[in-house]
């Protein structure tokens, strides 16, 4: 059984999918707690439904696009079958995930869009680097930075770190915290190879509005 905090119908509000109808399915719990966390009602809210329930849940919306969101969805066991499950269904499928567990069971054809979380989120410290070693060319890594000190990190890993090219390394700026045009001249200035995203869906919706 998975412990699910909700399934909705949206908007992609990140990642190179921006702007596409995609259903969500929000796994609960978490074992970071990131000072910038705007998903803090997955960690404990959820019910209880079956990888069929899931599935039946996700194909009444009709839509071919689809991610797995938490919380952070590694840490549940079941979460592996769903994805194939969904593959199988014909989806193109997406996982996001904070970076700190290893990727290396998940299904081949999944869209991974890996965090690396930088020293303002509190929790850089579990990075989980193998997982830059195991991303695939379709895969995307994802940055959310709050300030300079956070962007001169992510900039090192990207120059010194990366030992394979993703689809895309997104920089995001902390919602209402970071100047976008601020991050946009740090990138320009330094002529880095990533692309800036803002949250979609918080310009469409008021930032606090769930279920979008």
Known sequence: MLTVNEIFHSIQGESTRAGQ???????????????????????YEGRKMSVDEVVQAVEEYACPLVE???GE??????????????????????LETGGHRLIDR??????????????????????????LELLAPHDEVKFVIRDRADYEFARDVVLWKMPVNPAA??????????????????????????????????????PATRGV
């Open 21 to 43: 109808p995609c259903v969500f399915v929000r796994l609960t719990a978490c074992d970071l707690r990131c000072t910038w966390c705007d998903t803090a009602y997955a960690f």
């Open 68 to 70: 797995v969101t938490g």
């Open 73 to 94: 969805p590694l840490l549940q066991d079941e979460v592996y079958p769903l994805m194939e499950r969904l593959l199988q269904g014909g989806h193109t499928v997406m």
């Open 106 to 131: 998940v299904p081949a054809p999944v869209v991974k869009v890996v965090d690396v979380k930088c020293p303002g989120s509190g929790e850089a410290a579990k990075n989980e680097w193998r997982n």
């Open 169 to 206: 390394i997104l920089f995001s700026p902390v919602h209402g915290v970071l100047d976008a045009k601020a991050l946009s001249e740090w990138v320009l200035s330094d002529r880095l190879p990533v692309r800036v995203q803002l949250q979609l869906h918080k310009f469409i919706w008021h």
